[in-house]
């Protein structure tokens, strides 16, 4: 049987309620990813182009700094990687997460949330970040998925 996580991050709350159901319902461990700095209301505004999101998404190289890289990942076979969807990719702070650790042999099932875009190139974009992995891309997890829901499709990998 193989070992779990489900790592995640959440600027607002709503992948991290996803991502707790999900370790519950797929008895995994649960890691959070958190910026060194914390995201304000206003750091999130996509709105406006100069928020702290809306600069780190235009630039592919940014890298927002971690609050810890404490994650055991050795651990772990399978890693559900959850995040919102921001600007049809994952935020920049996924790919410094994956930078952060060897997932060499590792599989890594991407869920996310998004108030309307779906993964777009996500996948593809996360892969030169975590050589030697295997990504696959999951489901939006939008909503309030059953545990029921949630542990079959966890099963499903």
Do not use: H
């Not at 750091?43 to 809306?54: A, F, G, I, P, V």
Request: proline share 4%.
């Amino acid at each position: 049987m193989s070992k779990k996580l489900v790592a995640y991050f959440s600027a607002s709350g709503t992948t991290a309620r996803v991502a707790n159901n999900l370790a519950v319902a797929a008895g995994a461990d649960l890691y959070e990813i958190k910026p060194a700095k914390p995201y304000t209301s206003a750091d999130l505004n996509w709105q406006d182009k100069n928020s702290r999101s809306s600069v780190e998404m235009k630039d592919k190289s940014s890298r927002p700094e971690l609050a810890d890289k404490n994650a055991d990942i050795a651990e772990y076979d399978k890693i559900f990687l959850g995040f919102p969807i921001w600007w049809y990719v994952a935020p920049t702070i996924i790919n410094s997460f994956l930078e952060s650790y060897d997932f060499t042999g590792k599989t890594i099932i991407l869920f996310a949330t998004s108030g309307g875009s779906g993964f777009g190139r996500t996948a593809a974009e996360l892969a030169a970040s975590c050589p030697g992995a295997t990504i696959k891309e999951g489901r939006l997890l939008n909503g309030n998925p059953s545990a029921d829901t949630l542990k079959k499709w966890a099963e499903s990998f």
